[in-house]
């Protein structure tokens, strides 16, 4: 097989581990420089060998980039990538969903990629040892806390997609109708939204709670007045779509033919229970 066949894969392990597309594509390359350099017959199964390197090279860059993130402006929340063909590969995108990815960001390096190859690619205990250089007890003692942790804290969805996606669009359809009463009775009470500006756009930087403090902030914002505002006054042609977007229906704000705002809903129990509004330009780009 040649290397762009396994690439698909290695993109995917490296995105899940770092939870940027444009980290995770700078570590397959490096991935691809090192494979170039090994002479041929040295590596007797390449999809191991490409996966091994790609999983290291990410638990190193996320090490570096987690002290980076801690200087960020505002909350940080994961790069985005649409899922057009997520009914076909149902397992892989509920692994890219993007409560899902939050909640991996509070793993340790070692843990977030264990998961990974675990729950993601079914790797055994023994086969992750062999990537990550560690015995199949340590793997299985990092496995055990990293699922632990997340089963605590991972968002559960009792909604299948299709009633995810009448829930979006009876939430746009509120926001930009200016519908406050119709937003609330869709939020929960306890209701958070969580902003990515990243200091490049506009959006809270503290997490707003509360379903009257999000339901107003929504509404103002899908006013023409509020979208000028919220877009810094580029909005000469806009338009909404909702698309799939790491595994789920996500809002989809285009400002003058460009991706200028994402809101991705957590829904459980009937109800929105969080708004992700990722609006930093640096994470539109493979949308």
Same mark, same amino acid.
């Given at each position: 097989?040649?290397?762009?066949?396994?690439?698909?894969?290695?993109?995917?392990?490296?995105?899940?581990?770092?939870?940027?597309?444009?980290?995770?594509?700078?570590?397959?390359?490096?991935?691809? @420089?090192?494979?170039?350099? =090994?002479? %041929?017959?040295?590596?007797?199964? /390449? #999809? &191991?060998?490409? +996966?091994?390197?790609?999983?290291?090279?990410?638990?190193?860059?996320?090490?570096?980039?987690?002290?980076?993130?801690?200087?960020?402006?505002?909350?940080?929340?994961?790069?985005?990538?649409?899922?057009?063909?997520?009914?076909?590969?149902?397992?892989?995108?509920?692994?890219?969903? @993007?409560?899902?990815?939050? =909640?991996? %960001?509070?793993?340790?390096?070692? /843990? #977030? &990629?264990?998961? +990974?190859?675990?729950?993601?690619?079914?790797?055994?205990?023994?086969?992750?040892?062999?990537?990550?250089?560690?015995?199949?007890?340590?793997?299985?003692?990092?496995?055990?806390?990293?699922?632990?942790?997340?089963?605590?804290?991972?968002?559960?969805?009792?909604?299948?997609?299709?009633?995810?996606?009448?829930?979006?669009?009876?939430?746009?359809?509120?926001?930009?109708?200016?519908?406050?009463?119709?937003?609330?009775?869709?939020?929960?009470?306890?209701?958070?939204?969580?902003?990515?500006?990243?200091?490049?756009?506009?959006?809270?930087?503290?997490?707003?709670?509360?379903?009257?403090?999000?339901?107003?902030?929504?509404?103002?914002?899908?006013?023409?007045?509020?979208?000028?505002?919220?877009?810094?006054?580029?909005?000469?042609?806009?338009?909404?779509?909702?698309?799939?977007?790491?595994?789920?229906?996500?809002?989809?704000?285009?400002?003058?033919?460009?991706?200028?705002?994402?809101?991705?809903?957590?829904?459980?129990?009937?109800?929105?229970?969080?708004?992700?509004?990722?609006?930093?330009?640096?994470?539109?780009?493979?949308?």
């Amino acid at each position: 097989m040649t290397f762009t066949e396994h690439r698909k894969v290695l993109l995917g392990v490296a995105y899940r581990i770092l939870g940027s597309v444009t980290d995770a594509e700078d570590v397959v390359q490096e991935a691809w @420089l090192r494979w170039s350099q =090994v002479p %041929e017959g040295h590596a007797d199964d /390449e #999809r &191991a060998y490409l +996966v091994r390197v790609t999983t290291n090279l990410a638990v190193d860059r996320l090490r570096h980039v987690k002290t980076r993130r801690e200087s960020y402006v505002g909350p940080w929340l994961p790069e985005l990538v649409s899922t057009p063909d997520v009914a076909d590969e149902a397992e892989l995108a509920d692994t890219v969903e @993007l409560a899902l990815l939050v =909640v991996l %960001e509070t793993l340790s390096p070692l /843990e #977030r &990629a264990v998961f +990974v190859l675990r729950e993601a690619f079914g790797y055994s205990h023994a086969e992750i040892g062999a990537v990550l250089g560690r015995d199949e007890a340590a793997v299985r003692q990092l496995a055990k806390r990293a699922r632990e942790h997340v089963r605590e804290r991972r968002p559960r969805y009792d909604v299948d997609r299709g009633e995810r996606r009448e829930i979006t669009e009876r939430f746009v359809s509120a926001a930009v109708g200016g519908d406050l009463d119709g937003l609330t009775a869709l939020l929960a009470r306890d209701v958070t939204l969580v902003g990515d500006g990243g200091g490049k756009a506009k959006a809270p930087r503290n997490i707003l709670a509360g379903a009257a403090n999000v339901a107003r902030f929504l509404i103002a914002i899908a006013s023409e007045r509020g979208v000028s505002r919220f877009l810094d006054g580029v909005a000469a042609e806009l338009s909404i779509e909702i698309a799939d977007v790491n595994g789920g229906p996500a809002v989809v704000v285009h400002a003058d033919g460009r991706t200028a705002a994402v809101f991705s809903l957590l829904v459980a129990d009937g109800m929105v229970q969080t708004v992700y509004v990722i609006a930093n330009p640096e994470k539109m780009s493979h949308l």
